[in-house]
């Protein structure tokens, strides 16, 4: 009787939050470092972006773009309709309503200061980078990511232990009104 009300209780609760809520995640190579190192374990809550969209500075979770069987995780940095503008490593937004801002992002450690671009996201694009810019195949690299490939954010580290806990890549950056206009092609 209790095996039976174990394995009830394992197809009824643990199986569709694991399929349809949370799902595990380890990180594989060093393109968010710091934030997150290689190997460590997340959890990720894939039901949050059914009721509210991806923001700014989200650790999201999503299928690689070329090759769908393959799992990335990213910062959010582009959103719907914004056009971003690197120069030198140097990260500019021009919003959806006009509004020109520079992002300041302390969680970078190692900048990518030889790199220059400027990408317009559609309606349904974002523009993600690892925080580690040198060490990541990120939008940079392959374009905006689609919404229709992301899996869900990041909301819980699990190991290493002494690391543990909620919100583990919480931005710390701020947004600042850009007085000169962002960068020309």
Same mark, same amino acid.
């Given at each position: 009787k209790d095996l039976f009300t174990l394995a009830f209780l394992i197809v009824v609760v643990v199986i569709p939050i694991r399929v349809f809520i949370v799902s595990p995640f380890i990180v594989d190579g060093e393109s968010m470092h710091p934030t997150f190192k290689n190997l460590d374990y997340l959890i990720v809550d894939e039901f949050i972006y059914y009721?509210? /969209?991806? /923001?700014?500075?989200? &650790?999201i979770v999503f299928r690689y773009p070329g090759n769908? #069987?393959?799992?990335?995780?990213?910062?959010?940095? @582009?959103?719907?309709?914004?056009? &971003? *503008?690197?120069n030198? @490593? *140097?990260? /500019?937004?021009t919003t959806a309503d006009g509004e020109n801002l520079t992002l300041t992002e302390p969680y970078i450690v190692n900048e990518d200061a030889t790199y220059t671009k400027k990408v317009s996201l559609n309606a349904k694009e974002y523009f993600v980078m690892g925080d580690?810019?040198?060490? *990541? #195949?990120? #939008?940079? &690299?392959?374009?905006p990511l689609p919404k229709k490939d992301i899996i869900g954010r990041v909301d819980l580290r699990l190991l290493p232990i002494r690391e543990s806990g909620f919100s583990p890549g919480a931005a710390n950056y701020s947004l600042h009104a850009s007085t000169t206009p962002t960068m020309t092609p």
């Open positions: 009721f509210k /969209a991806p /923001a700014r500075g989200d &650790v769908p #069987s393959i799992f990335y995780i990213k910062r959010v940095i @582009g959103l719907p309709g914004e056009t &971003v *503008s690197i030198r @490593g *140097s990260v /500019a937004l580690n810019r040198p060490n *990541s #195949s990120d #939008s940079r &690299v392959w374009g």
